[in-house]
């Protein structure tokens, strides 16, 4: 069973802590939701009268593949926020000026990317060819790659950023930028954490 991991939030810079401390309290809901999903699917009960327009078994593969996707993509967004904060260099760098031209022009497409998505951008090292690519997702359900190994997460869910930065999405992601591990991120690379 999933237990929330801790982050240390004091190391973010441009944040609050009442920023950071609600939407911990959403990825916590997401866990809790996902055991009560969890013991639901082992009773038999759940499994009768299965329906593709509704049935009790729909909501809860639903809710499952939401609510796991949610904890996961979290656990990915804190993990890459906090910590020893760190110049982009190594692995990551050389990947980035490969893929993308420039750590620059990589900026400048993530951004865009966040400002075009209602949910998350993940840079995800994939799928089968080891290449970087950067994925645009509008929900925790909704245009994961399989066999795309998540290295940078960014949530742009309005409440990633609204207590702190309103509307301004373009400061929260430049905020965003100016926290990255970059060693966390490093250490995705290859699945190695
Ligand atoms: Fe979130």
Known sequence: MYKPRYYNFNTVNGMT???LDEHYNLYVGY??????INNLLKEKDSYEDPNSTYSTLRCLKKGESYSLNGIILHQLYFGNIT???SEIS??????INRDFGSYDNFVEMFTSV?????????LVQGEYNGKLRIIGQDSHDNGSIYNGNPILAMDVYEHAYMIDFGTNKKEYIKVFFENINWDVVNKRIDNRI
């Open 17 to 19: 802590r009442k920023q």
């Open 31 to 36: 866990i809790n939701k996902l055991g009560q």
């Open 83 to 85: 910590g020893q904060k």
């Open 90 to 95: 190594g692995k990551i760098l050389k990947m």
């Open 114 to 122: 966040g400002l075009s998505m209602r949910g998350w951008v993940v």
